[in-house]
């Protein structure tokens, strides 16, 4: 499984980005995909998940009401769109694969990641 993460960048708070996960290598439905954060200084944390059928998410409260975990099967493809962006929501954003197609929320529940994506909110 190879997955490349983009969609970051630089926002005001108060701003929105959408991130982008694209996977390959096996197939997509059968994987639950998760968000995690590291912000510099700090563990990395969880921030969302969503089944492999994108019928179930989960996320942290921190980001509860602010981010959406989707996903486009056809394209093999996760998204986390962020609205309401906060100082404290800049970190490097990694998408990860878990075979179960399960709701994870720690990371030992992932056995593929991406590089990671960076997100800076400015205020």
């Known amino acids: 499984v190879q997955l490349q993460a983009s969609g970051g960048g630089l926002v005001q708070a108060g701003g929105s980005l959408r991130l982008s996960c694209a996977f390959s290598?096996?197939?997509?439905?059968?994987?639950?995909m998760g968000w995690f954060r590291q912000a510099p200084g700090k563990e990395r944390e969880f921030v969302a998940v969503i089944t492999g059928s994108g019928r179930f998410t989960t996320y942290a409260d921190s980001v509860k009401g602010r981010f959406t975990i989707s996903r486009d099967n056809a394209k093999n493809t996760v998204y986390l769109q962020m609205n309401s962006l906060k100082p404290e929501d800049t970190a490097l954003y990694y998408c990860a694969a878990n075979g179960g197609g399960r709701l994870a929320t720690t990371e030992t529940g992932y056995a593929f990641w991406g590089q990671g994506t960076q997100v800076t909110v400015s205020s």
């Open positions: 290598g096996r197939t997509f439905s059968s994987y639950g």
